[in-house]
């Protein structure tokens, strides 16, 4: 069964520092994988997402992930934290030419001065 | 360009009385059309998902329905609300390519 894995329920990383969200994922096949960011009280906003070629995909915002195959793997990243990064993030995989897509857990980023 | 709109913003129900959760998409036509959940601390769960009109999927059995009376229409309907019903709904449209989501409402059970 498909499934999404975000191992960390939340983080704290000071201002300015890097950050690496986790995301595993289980699909038969090679998926669509997502990061999408909510802030609170709002709907989801999409950072990135990866369907095939370069494995490393940048998306808004300064974020990028990179899609590591042989770990079934996502993560995102970003080299320097602002405090307006303080969200909730969420990893999601769907299939091509399906209709669903399945989001992990989500992790919230706490950003200290 | 599209937008997604969802009403009420907020809504206090008690338990048992009746839901009406309001989606309308603008700016594209034959959206696919989603309903999801959020509870508190836990991922975005899947409830309905609709491919055109009158055309419903249902991923979660509860006492939830929805419905698709117009292309660009969604309804998340209750006829009796449990208190697990509360959270966060988001109404979304697009595909695995690529989801837009509504705003949310933030439904409580009292």
């Known amino acids: 069964a498909q499934s999404v894995t975000q191992p960390d329920i939340h983080i704290t990383v000071s201002e300015g520092a890097s950050l690496e969200l986790r995301c595993n994922y289980s699909y038969g096949a090679t998926p669509y994988l997502f990061w999408y960011v909510q802030s609170p009280g709002q709907g989801l906003q999409l950072l990135l997402k990866?369907?095939?070629?370069?494995?490393l995909v940048q998306g808004i915002k300064g974020f990028e992930a990179e899609f590591k195959r042989s770990q079934s793997s996502f993560n995102l990243r970003k080299p320097s934290v602002h405090w307006s990064d303080a969200a909730e993030y969420f990893c999601a995989v769907g299939a091509s030419g399906g209709f669903k897509t399945i989001f992990g857990a989500g992790t919230r980023l706490f950003v200290k001065a | 360009s599209q937008t997604i709109h969802q009403w009420p913003a907020t809504l206090v129900q008690p338990v048992g009385s009746p839901l009406s959760l309001e989606c309308t998409v603008e700016g594209t036509s034959n959206p696919n059309l989603y309903w999801y959940r959020q509870a508190a601390g836990r991922g975005l769960q899947l409830l309905f998902y609709s491919v055109g009109i009158g055309q419903i999927s249902s991923e979660v059995p509860q006492n939830l329905s929805a419905s698709r009376p117009q292309d660009r229409q969604f309804i998340l309907s209750s006829k009796k609300l449990l208190l697990s019903d509360s959270g966060f709904y988001l109404c979304?449209?697009?595909?695995?390519?690529?989801?837009?989501f509504g705003p949310g409402t933030r439904l409580t059970v009292t």
């Open positions: 979304a449209w697009g595909d695995t390519g690529k989801q837009y």
């Open positions: 990866y369907f095939s070629g370069d494995t």
